[in-house]
């Protein structure tokens, strides 16, 4: 998966399209982010006593990897991402680039 938390991402499609938020947990099982703000779901809590009043729990919730593009932190556009992998001597680290700047992201 190309996103990783703490990337800024721009929502492409769905409800929430053009929102923009920090990722804040990342399922690379299922190709899901969730992003601060966006794809708001709430949730009551039940009342445990009577006369109590329930709670509306908000949070964010999962989408699709390939609804969200990366906001790049050098050009600030969003970008699709590439990748290279950079030599350093006998050490080799495969490294994210953006598409429209071709700078590492890191
Ligand atoms: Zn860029």
């Given at each position: 998966m190309k996103i990783k938390k703490g990337d800024n991402v721009k929502v492409m499609?769905?409800?929430?399209?053009n929102k923009t938020g920090k990722v804040i947990q990342v399922f690379p099982g299922s190709d899901k982010v969730v992003v601060e703000g966006v794809n708001i779901m709430s949730k009551h809590m039940k009342t445990r006593r009577t006369g109590e009043k329930g709670q509306k729990l908000e949070f964010s919730g999962p989408v699709n990897a390939s609804n969200v593009m990366l906001i790049c932190p050098k050009c600030s556009k969003p970008t699709r991402v590439g990748s290279k992998v950079l030599v350093d001597g006998a050490k080799k680290e495969k490294v994210r680039t953006c598409k429209k700047c071709n700078e590492v992201i890191a």
């Open positions: 499609a769905g409800k929430d399209r």
